[in-house]
């Protein structure tokens, strides 16, 4: 696996939620009236910068807020938790507080994470509150049909909100725990192989480290991987192909020297096919809701004309295969990368 470094637009626009998403996420219950929005947070008046744990900015803010708004957010924003956790059971927040709203400058969103905790026992948990990006959507919905992974949010207008992903930070486990002995270095990189072939075929860009988590489960003879994406703000904008290849990222080098060390060209491309036939298998189950959702996204322009003629020609050549150049959208060019799985794996 080839790896060099991948420039990205740093511009991308935020689209707006149109009314034919907003249909679809109701007939899909992603949508809900909530009482808290994202510019009700946008509302401080002031914030400090939070030092990680090295004295390192970490590029999120603590916000202050006026005193006499303070207990309204916190009121509101356990409802929103329990909208998001319980269907809107508040008895799951009757214990709990919010304990910390921290503010990103960093990426296109701008999101709030907030942390609630129980009382009782000190347990805490996160989620997100965001500004609404159609493209980002659109990421959440195919990652949670066609990944093996599932994805909890919800919609209000121009508010999303988002389920905690838990996991290791791609870099800090490159860094921190990549070359622990108990750790079977095989299953590591047979699993970036199957996060590179489920991001081109779902056109998630973007995925550097700091992108996607590690999720480590111990089996009863050794100890599983799974490699999620974290962050959908690059969903099938960008021209380049490479940037729906994760092994084309600087930040994941390491990930590529480890399947260049441990895995041949047989290997690999039999977990490529694995995760072929895994998301064949996604099609079929969620076929109606995946058509719903090509529909919708067909309506809308979520890119440039440029950044489509490019990515179809790229397309069409990595994978020798002129029909992509028959590709009108984004929305296009991913049914053809589940068409051709199709036919691939039947053969």
Same mark, same amino acid.
């Given at each position: 696996m080839e790896?060099n470094?991948v420039?990205i637009?740093?511009?991308?626009p935020?689209?707006?939620?149109s009314?034919a998403?907003?249909?679809?996420?109701?007939?899909?219950?992603?949508?809900?009236?909530l009482?808290?929005t994202y510019?009700d947070?946008?509302?401080f008046?002031e914030?400090f910068?939070?030092?990680?744990k090295?004295?390192k900015d970490?590029?999120w803010?603590?916000?202050i807020y006026? @005193?006499?708004r303070?207990e309204?957010?916190h009121?509101?924003?356990?409802i929103?938790y329990a909208?998001?956790?319980a269907?809107g059971n508040?008895?799951?927040v009757?214990?709990k507080?919010?304990?910390k709203i921290e503010?990103c400058?960093?990426?296109?969103?701008h999101?709030f994470?907030?942390?609630?905790? @129980?009382?009782l026992n000190?347990?805490?948990?996160?989620?997100y509150?965001?500004?609404?990006d159609a493209s980002?959507?659109?990421g959440?919905?195919?990652e949670?049909?066609?990944?093996?992974?599932?994805?909890?949010?919800?919609?209000d207008?121009?508010?999303l909100?988002?389920?905690?992903?838990?996991g290791i930070?791609?870099?800090?486990f490159?860094k921190?725990?990549?070359?622990?002995?108990e750790y079977?270095?095989t299953?590591?990189?047979k699993e970036f192989v199957?996060? @590179?072939e489920?991001?081109l075929?779902?056109l998630?860009?973007?995925?550097?480290?700091y992108n996607f988590v +590690?999720?480590?489960?111990?089996?009863f003879?050794?100890?599983?991987f799974?490699?999620r994406a974290?962050?959908?703000?690059?969903q099938?904008?960008?021209?380049?192909i490479? +940037?729906?290849?994760?092994?084309f990222?600087?930040?994941?080098?390491?990930?590529?020297?480890l399947?260049?060390?441990?895995?041949?060209?047989?290997t690999y491309l039999?977990y490529q096919?694995e995760?072929?036939?895994s998301l064949l298998?996604?099609?079929r189950s969620e076929?109606?809701r995946?058509a719903d959702?090509?529909? +919708?996204?067909?309506?809308?322009?979520?890119?440039t004309?440029e950044?489509i003629e490019t990515?179809?020609?790229?397309?069409?050549?990595?994978?020798?295969?002129?029909?992509?150049l028959?590709?009108?959208?984004m929305?296009?060019?991913?049914e053809?990368?589940l068409?051709?799985?199709i036919?691939q794996v039947k053969l």
């Amino acid at each position: 696996m080839e790896s060099n470094d991948v420039r990205i637009s740093r511009k991308k626009p935020i689209f707006p939620v149109s009314p034919a998403l907003q249909k679809y996420l109701k007939v899909y219950q992603r949508d809900s009236k909530l009482p808290i929005t994202y510019d009700d947070l946008r509302m401080f008046t002031e914030a400090f910068p939070i030092m990680d744990k090295n004295g390192k900015d970490s590029l999120w803010e603590s916000p202050i807020y006026a @005193n006499d708004r303070i207990e309204e957010l916190h009121n509101g924003l356990k409802i929103v938790y329990a909208n998001l956790k319980a269907s809107g059971n508040l008895r799951i927040v009757q214990h709990k507080y919010i304990d910390k709203i921290e503010y990103c400058t960093f990426g296109n969103t701008h999101p709030f994470r907030i942390r609630i905790v @129980n009382r009782l026992n000190d347990v805490y948990d996160y989620f997100y509150v965001k500004k609404a990006d159609a493209s980002r959507i659109y990421g959440l919905e195919l990652e949670h049909i066609l990944s093996p992974n599932q994805v909890n949010y919800l919609v209000d207008r121009e508010t999303l909100i988002e389920e905690h992903i838990a996991g290791i930070p791609g870099d800090v486990f490159a860094k921190s725990y990549l070359q622990n002995s108990e750790y079977n270095p095989t299953r590591i990189a047979k699993e970036f192989v199957k996060f @590179n072939e489920r991001c081109l075929v779902m056109l998630l860009g973007d995925m550097r480290a700091y992108n996607f988590v +590690v999720q480590i489960t111990p089996d009863f003879d050794d100890i599983q991987f799974r490699i999620r994406a974290i962050d959908f703000d690059q969903q099938f904008y960008e021209g380049n192909i490479k +940037v729906y290849l994760p092994q084309f990222f600087k930040e994941n080098l390491p990930y590529v020297k480890l399947g260049m060390e441990h895995l041949t060209e047989k290997t690999y491309l039999q977990y490529q096919q694995e995760e072929k036939s895994s998301l064949l298998h996604r099609v079929r189950s969620e076929r109606h809701r995946l058509a719903d959702l090509r529909d +919708v996204s067909n309506t809308e322009i979520l890119t440039t004309l440029e950044n489509i003629e490019t990515l179809k020609l790229a397309m069409s050549n990595y994978f020798t295969d002129p029909q992509y150049l028959e590709c009108k959208s984004m929305t296009d060019i991913i049914e053809l990368n589940l068409k051709n799985i199709i036919r691939q794996v039947k053969l």
